[in-house]
Each structure stands twice: as C-alpha cells, then as structure tokens.
C-alpha cells in the first residue's frame, strides 16, 4: 500500500505561480510512475504530467512550457511547479503513482483557484 498526501493548492491571481507537492508513504520501494492528474466539476479527471521512475517526463498540452513536474526519491516527493496560470487551470489536483506491480494509489487532492 502506498498513501499519498498533497499539499499546496491555494487560491492564486493569473499569472502567478503555485508549487504542489506529494508526499508518498507506506510501500515506498514498489513506485513506478508517479502524476498529476486535475478534475473539473463535474468532468472526469485529466491527466497532466507523469515523472517516471528514471526521472523522464511527460506533459499534458495544456500545461507544457508553464508547469515543471519533478520528483525527489530520496524524500518520496513529486511536485508539480505551476507558473503563469489562468483562470482555466482551476481545478482540484491529484497526485497518482503506480507501482512496479500494477497498483495504482490516488491522493485526497488539493484545490488550485486561479482568480482576480
């Protein structure tokens, strides 16, 4: 079993900057993958950028160029650096890792407000 706790989420004017982090705990060696995803109201969740085990990363279209995701091993971190946001970044962000078994394990997410 892995939990996951996020931390960071605010409410932040356009334009700013916010840092998400996620903190994994429990079965630690057996993570894979590790990703944000953001849900809307009522959509379903969106994927929006994996840092792999070997440190690649992947982005969504919607945030490449004004989001850096990166990972510390060592303090069993991902986070998610979110610059130059809009107010359509609003959402609830979560954190997903998947283990090297298959498991996948979701965070209780973090809500990010971008608003004058």
């Known amino acids: 079993q892995v939990q996951l706790v996020e931390s960071g989420g605010g409410l932040v004017q356009p334009g700013g900057s916010l840092r998400l982090s996620c903190v994994a705990s429990g079965t630690i060696f057996s993570i894979n993958a590790m990703d944000w995803y953001r849900q809307y109201p009522g959509k379903e969740r969106e994927w929006v950028a994996t840092a792999t085990r070997r440190g690649s990363t992947i982005y969504s279209d919607s945030v490449k160029g004004r989001c850096t995701i990166s990972r510390d091993n060592a303090k069993n971190t991902v986070y998610l650096q979110m610059n130059s946001l809009k107010p359509e970044d609003t959402a609830v962000y979560y954190c997903?890792?998947?283990?090297?078994?298959?498991?996948?394990?979701w965070g209780q997410g973090t809500l990010v407000t971008v608003s004058s």
């Open positions: 997903r890792v998947g283990t090297v078994n298959g498991l996948i394990f």
